[in-house]
Every structure is written in structure tokens, then in C-alpha cells.
């Protein structure tokens, strides 16, 4: 079965067909996957690199000291097995900024 | 007006170098959205905090302090990646009624986000860990992830009206 086989196929189920037809449901489709995909990759970027970026471009003034302190030692020694441990903790807990307000 | 001011800025050669060059507007559109995920998901963790949602362990004052930063730093990215679809691409923005909207609702997001900015800031203690947060806070954070998400839908839509 080739490509355009299935791809022929799916454009004559039903489905596809309402899809094709209305004028709304492509485009309410498509917003919703680039809210999502914002999300998802919003979360991965603001979370998963934390301050590590604020640090490389020198606005680590903007997170407090207590975690741009936290990253700098991390940055240090950088250990593969601590911070895998890390990635499996809670997403907040290892934020110094908890203990500085 | 908005027509002529079209009509000159895509005659300009900073217009005819972003028409020329195939990458630049796909590269921007692509950075565009990486920023609305920024922005998007920044907010979301703020709100929702405000709003006593989620993220509880910790207080407004510092899930806004770690994700207020970022919302201006990709408020920033998005100016500029959108400067730069619009230079060279004028007439499919501007003359748009979608984009014109969006432009509205980003002011509009733009005052909701620094009114929050400066009542957690002036008050750092507001809604310390596992607490809700002030009246006039919430109704902020609802008006915020409103105007955010209708913004994102908006800057979706340009590319089916016209």
C-alpha cells in the first residue's frame, strides 16, 4: 500500500470529508495545536532551562540570588547522576527562591 | 493611509531584502511561535498560581518573580520576529482586521501583565505559599490568560482572512 493509497484513503472517510467541507474546522484544528505545542514546548524551555539562559545572557539579576547561586554551583560541578536525580523531584522544590521570599 | 503606508513599506529595501531572502520569513514565523510558547506557558504558571490553580507550594510573589522575566524577554523576541513579518509582508498584516485586533488585544495584555507585575511586586507577602490571592489579582490573572490565548488565536486566524 503506497502513500498516496493511504493518504487517498483517509481523504474519503468521513472525517476528512466534514473537515474538508467546513469552513471552521481547519483552522480551530490548526489554533489548537499551536496553543498546545506552545505549552508544551513553553513548559520544556521556561522550566527545563530555568536560569541556566537568564545566566548566559548576563540577566541573572533577574531571578534571585539564592537561585542564580543554585545554577552557578550546578554549572560548576556538573554532575549527570545528580541531575538526573534532580529531574525526578517535584518541579518547585529545588527553586531557592521559595526560601528567599 | 494604512494603504500607502503599506504601498512604501514594501518598496523599502529592508521590505524587498526580507522578500528575496526565502529563510527569513519562515525562520522568523518559526522563532514567532517558539515566543508565544514562552509567553504562553509564563503566563499560564502565573495565573493559574494567582488564581490558586496550581503551583501552590509556592508563593505568587516568586512563581512571578521567575516567570515575569521571561514573559518580557519573549514579549521582546516576539516584537521583533513580527517586525520583521510585517516589513515584509505589510499588506498581509496591517490591512488585515485579524492582525488589527491582535494588535488591540496585545495592548491590552501588555497593561493587564505589568498591573500584575506591579501589585505582587508592591506586595511581595500577597498570597504566600498555599494562599489565594487579592480580588482585584484574580480578576487580573482571568483578564491576562483571556487576552494571552485570544492573542495566540488571533495570530492563527491572520492566515485565513483576507
Known sequence: MSIVSIAKWIEATGPARAIAQSTWMFPAAETVHVIAIAVVVGSIAVLDLRGEVMVLVGSHHLVSDGFSRNVASRRVDFDIKRDCAALSEPLFSEMSFEASH | ?162
Open chain 2, 1 to 162: 493611509m494604512l494603504e500607502s503606508l503599506c504601498a512604501w513599506l514594501e518598496k523599502t529595501p529592508l521590505s524587498t531584502g526580507i522578500q528575496n531572502v526565502g529563510w527569513i520569513i519562515p525562520v522568523s514565523q518559526t522563532v514567532h511561535i517558539l515566543g508565544l510558547a514562552a509567553i504562553l506557558f509564563s503566563a499560564l504558571s502565573i495565573d493559574l498560581r494567582v488564581l490558586g490553580v496550581g503551583g501552590r507550594r509556592t508563593s505568587v510573589a516568586g512563581i512571578a518573580d521567575h516567570f515575569l522575566p521571561w514573559i518580557w524577554i519573549a514579549v521582546a523576541l516576539m516584537a521583533t520576529t513580527g517586525a520583521i513579518l510585517i516589513i515584509g509582508e505589510p499588506r498581509r498584516d496591517l490591512l488585515n482586521p485579524v492582525f488589527q485586533t491582535k494588535m488591540l488585544l496585545l495592548i491590552c495584555a501588555l497593561l493587564a501583565t505589568l498591573g500584575i507585575q506591579l501589585i505582587v511586586r508592591g506586595a511581595p507577602s500577597l498570597g504566600g505559599p498555599g494562599g489565594g490571592a487579592a480580588w482585584t489579582l484574580r480578576m487580573m490573572a482571568v483578564l491576562s490568560l483571556a487576552l494571552w490565548f485570544s492573542i495566540a488565536i488571533c495570530g492563527r486566524l491572520i492566515a485565513y482572512f483576507m
